[in-house]
């Protein structure tokens, strides 16, 4: 079992910054990648970024240039830098960790809402 510890969401104004966490723990075996995905009300999950061990990041074109992902391998953490934020940025984010053989974990989801 693998599990999941996010933070960082809440309410921002459109042009404003959050920063998202997540920390995994428990039965983690040969990690692939840790990322983060986001569903909007009416939406598909979708691929926010991605970070494989050893590999390039990868990310969603509509957030290229605002949103950096990084993360610490020690502590089995990713974190999601979102600077220059939009509407269209509101969603449920939740932390994804793929290990080498496929399988796919993923924490509760944090609610981020870009409003005035």
């Known amino acids: 079992q693998v599990q999941f510890v996010e933070s960082g969401g809440g309410l921002v104004q459109p042009g404003g910054s959050l920063r998202l966490s997540c920390a995994a723990s428990?039965?983690?075996?040969?990690?692939?990648?840790m990322g983060w995905y986001r569903q909007a009300p009416g939406r598909q999950r979708e691929l926010v970024a991605t970070?494989?061990?050893?590999?390039?990041?990868i990310y969603a074109d509509s957030v290229k240039g605002r949103f950096t992902i990084s993360r610490d391998n020690a502590k089995n953490t990713v974190y999601l830098q979102m600077n220059s934020l939009k509407p269209e940025d509101t969603a449920v984010y939740s932390c994804?960790?793929?290990?080498?053989?496929?399988?796919?974990?993923w924490g509760q989801g944090t609610q981020v809402v870009v409003s005035s």
């Open positions: 994804n960790l793929r290990t080498v053989y496929g399988t796919n974990y």
């Open positions: 428990g039965s983690i075996f040969s990690i692939y990648s």
């Open positions: 970070i494989p061990s050893g590999g390039t990041t």
